[in-house]
């Protein structure tokens, strides 16, 4: 038996519905393929694992793992994952969430998460657009593009979702894309075994909702565009000419403790002086 047979049995369920309910061209299969390699690498045994997932497309891959998994509310992802982790340190809790999920009604979550440093890995599915709720403008559609709420050019400002998570105090902060899947693993491994809050920013097309606004003519050509214009940090940071380049790799990486962490020294050394942690 193929190995991607092997562990397809062993860590999808088997009563979903296949094939995937994702569009045809989309990439969050890819992501949920990294989610169950990088577990398989780091021999994380599955009830181990809690994936907390909110509303959108990305959220059906709370669905089909076989993890102890949870379909948050929107927006509330990061906050079923802090009371999971806190209860419960010895889980591994990976939060998945789309870009409008996490940035916009669950903003103000993801940024707490990242100053309390709680041990969470947010993995934030990045594809410029409310893809499930009818292709409306998220907080990082990028300025003049086309959906369903900026026929004529989105007028605002994007959120860079890196600078975000770096400015709020995330303990590691990673950008990766679905065309580089290989590396993409390798991030996703590295922010699932550190301490603290561990953000990964994944680019994935919609072709369905956004390319097809936005003069793509395919989802290969949006794969191509990933391709084309997201490079290496350590090439990105040597360019003279940065316009239309995004920088993927690791841009954060320190190791102090998570709240959870934190809190159980705090209940020891209470316990210790014969306190109310006793």
Known sequence: MAEVTQLIHQYLRHNKKFPLVFCPGCGIGIVLGSLVRSVHSLGIPKDDMAVVAGIGCSGRIAAYV????????????????????????????????????ALSIGGNHLIHAARRNIGV???????????????????????????HTSPHGQMEKSFDVVEMAKAAGANGVYRGTVFHAKALDGLLQRAMSRPGFNLVEVLTPC??????????????????????????????DK???????????????????????RHAAMRQALADKGGAGS
């Open 66 to 101: 076989d993890f102890n998994t949870v379909h948050a509310t929107h927006g509330r992802a990061l906050t079923l994952s802090t009371g999971i982790k806190m209860a419960s340190p010895h889980l591994r809790v990976l939060t998945v969430m789309g870009d409008g999920d």
């Open 121 to 147: 890995t947010a993995l934030v599915v990045n594809n410029f657009i409310y893809g499930m709720t009818g292709g409306q403008c998220s907080p990082t559609t990028p300025f003049g593009a086309y959906t």
């Open 207 to 236: 072709f369905t909702q956004y390319g097809r606004g936005n003069k793509f003519r395919s989802p290969v050509e949006m794969f191509r565009w990933l391709k084309d214009h997201v490079v290496p940090r350590e090439v990105y």
């Open 239 to 261: 360019l003279d000419d940065k316009a239309g380049k995004i920088p993927m790799g690791i841009f954060v990486e320190n190791d102090e403790p998570g709240l959870e962490q």
